[in-house]
């Protein structure tokens, strides 16, 4: 039993301290949305990676940014792009070089967390690319991502995807 009244949740207090902060889940996925940014830049402009990342750090508010995540996929995601390329493939009706670019940059950064971050719950990975095709992509280009990456979760995340459909 609490015998001091001051320890007691008092609902009219001010928030606490860390009230305001974003959550972990909130600085991932701005994580991705610059990532997927700088992803896209890469693939038009061909600049180095580390030019991009300097870029990106020095134009943007990294405040409410998982710095380190961002810094993982954008050069990630070009470390094992044949990877990612080959595996996005049978997923599609088009050749990739006919894909919209950002469309591109969100499958390969999704597919990137579906291969290399399996603490990343696939239904996630999935939401999250959706989510970033809704912002940066075509005004359907959501729909198209969705469909890919939902025929791409079974061969990349088999045991998972099953456990979840029972």
């Known amino acids: 039993m609490i015998s001091d009244e001051s320890d ?21 996925r701005e994580a991705r949305k610059l990532a997927t940014q700088a992803l896209y830049q890469w693939h038009m402009a061909q600049h180095s990676l580390n030019e991009i990342e300097a870029q990106f750090r020095v134009d943007n508010d990294f405040t409410d940014v998982d710095g380190a995540y961002f810094r993982e996929i954008l050069h990630g995601v070009p470390a094992i792009k044949s990877e990612i390329d080959s595996a996005l493939k049978p997923c599609l009706d088009l050749a990739l070089e006919e894909l919209d670019p950002v469309e591109l940059a969100v499958l390969r950064l999704s597919t990137w967390e579906f291969i290399k971050r399996v603490d990343v719950p696939y239904r996630v990975v999935i939401n999250e690319g959706v989510e970033l095709a809704k912002v940066f992509g075509a005004t359907d280009g ?10 791409l979760a079974p061969s990349l995340r088999e045991a998972e995807v099953k456990a979840n459909k029972r």
Request: aromatic share 6%; no cysteine.
């Open 8 to 28: 007691r949740f008092n609902p009219r207090d001010p928030k606490p301290a860390d009230a305001g902060k974003p959550s972990k889940s909130a600085k991932r």
């Open 142 to 151: 959501h729909k198209f991502v969705n469909g890919v990456l939902d025929k």
